[in-house]
């Protein structure tokens, strides 16, 4: 760990860079990393530890390089490639920060925070659990709208404060099967008998992790900044160096959650998501107490996220439309993720499935691109071509899921590329797009020189 002096500049403490390493990891650990990890390991079953490494590439290692792109390019989404038009690579980000901000992944943590957090102690004959819910939506993200009014001071909020309490509870819950297993690991179930890894990857989608790598870019810079950190190179040795720190708790909690929603079949066989498993094996585990602790780590764990997903999604806007203020940026996504909270959580998650599986293949691409630019012979080519062809392959995996017979018509001669009925159709395009741009460049530089000062304004 590195023990700077903190009067020097552009260096932190060791005790400021774990700060700003929970803060990350707190910043990342939300609703979707608190549910999907725990049914895909009761669906895997005995195959649970394929399906973890699966899950741990999208939901943990694609995270981390996007933060590292984001470092390297100053931690601005629309820095992030200088090979699109201005005006499509503000498109994406919009489309982008609205999904993992007011339109999903922020309103998710509210909904999941009340169905784990609120629900079990609620009198289901007796109650009006809509309002409830409402009610407990403004009190939530009234919380989350207050903080995020001071993006400077999340590391000593979430990072010194929140985070190692957050941190205390997970111990508890994940030393905890270990100690009195719920039962054993059952057999694989439908596509987790044969692909369990594949399955893994593309539950690490759910996560949504990687599109909140693009976001918190910004936000870990700005903590940085407001502490000091000002030099380019000292900017993206940080972020790195809490990224790493992040990974590293983020691997633990869904190794621990895996194990969880493995061993529990036998408590929730019948669970239509990971909130329901969790909270019948707090309740196996601890009684009541579990209850209670659940509840603490979920509502702490999304309230966090909520937080850094609306600071980075109206820093976002107030970088594209200066005239509107931080201030009524943050109020008005805090009132939309009202009102999408109240909306019921099954429902919100069947709903955005097939726009997640069009949207990151996107993500994942520009992540990859912006870490090996440098390196391309035609980076312009490569990445404009790219780009458009796995956001078409991309939209086809996300209409191959929806419930209409039409598409299976439609979609009929994408049938023979390898990966799509995994929802993966855009992989080999992908590589082949990136080798054949890369030869054009290098047998034609001048020409694609040319072309590109030709068509770069």
Not at 133 to 144: D, G, K, R
Not at 371 to 377: A, F, H, S, T
Request: hydrophobic share 55%; charged share 10%; proline share 6%.
């Amino acid at each position: 760990m590195l023990m700077e002096n903190p009067a020097t500049p552009n260096t932190l403490t060791g005790k400021a860079l774990l700060a700003m390493g929970f803060m990350t990891f707190a910043l990342f650990l939300g609703a979707g990393n608190m549910i999907f990890p725990v049914l895909s390991g009761q669906l895997a079953g005995t195959e649970a530890w394929s399906a973890a490494a699966g899950f741990l590439t999208t939901g943990v290692g694609l995270p981390l390089l996007g933060i590292i792109a984001m470092a390297r390019v100053g931690g601005g989404f629309n820095d992030l490639s200088q090979d699109l038009p201005p005006r499509l690579i503000a498109l994406i980000g919009i489309i982008i920060y609205l999904l993992i901000g007011p339109m999903y992944a922020v309103p998710r943590t509210a909904a999941v925070s009340f169905e784990i957090g609120i629900t079990p102690f609620l009198d289901a004959e007796n109650s009006n659990s809509d309002a409830q819910q409402l009610l407990f939506s403004l009190v939530f993200f009234a919380i989350a709208w207050w903080f995020a009014l001071y993006p400077g001071k999340l590391m000593e909020t979430v990072g010194e404060i929140i985070t190692p309490a957050l941190i205390l509870l997970l111990i508890v819950l994940g030393v905890s099967p270990f100690l009195n297993p719920a039962g054993d690991p059952g057999p694989p179930i439908e596509d987790y008998q044969t692909t369990a890894f594949i399955q893994g990857f593309l539950d690490g989608y759910m996560t949504m992790d990687a599109l909140a790598a693009l976001m918190f870019g910004i936000v870990i810079i700005t903590n940085l900044r407001s502490h000091g950190i000002t030099g380019r190179r000292a900017l993206t040795r940080y972020c790195i160096a809490t990224g790493v720190i992040a990974a590293i708790g983020l691997s633990l909690v869904y190794i621990a959650l895996f194990n969880i929603g493995a061993t529990s079949r036998v408590l929730a066989p019948d669970a239509s998501n990971g909130g329901q498993i969790l909270t019948t094996f707090v309740e196996f585990q601890f009684s009541q107490w579990g209850i209670l602790i659940l509840a603490a780590i979920v509502t702490l764990a999304c309230l966090t996220t909520a937080i850094g997903c609306i600071t980075a999604v109206a820093e976002y806007f107030e970088q594209l439309w200066p005239r509107y203020s931080y201030f009524s940026l943050v109020t008005a996504i805090t009132v939309a993720c009202v009102v999408m909270a109240n909306i019921n959580l099954d429902q919100l998650i069947e709903f955005y499935v097939p726009i997640l599986l069009a949207i990151y293949p996107v993500a994942m691409i520009l992540i990859l691109l912006a870490l090996i630019r440098e390196w391309l012979p035609a980076p312009k080519l490569s990445t404009r071509f790219t780009l458009l062809l796995v956001a078409l392959l991309g939209i086809a995996d996300g209409l191959h899921v929806l419930p209409y017979r039409a598409m299976e018509y439609y979609l009929l001669p994408l049938n023979s590329l390898p990966g799509f009925s995994l929802h993966l159709s855009w992989v080999l395009p992908a590589i082949v797009s990136l080798v054949v741009t890369s030869l054009i460049g290098i047998v034609y530089p001048e020409r694609q020189s040319q072309t590109e000062s030709d068509t770069g304004q």
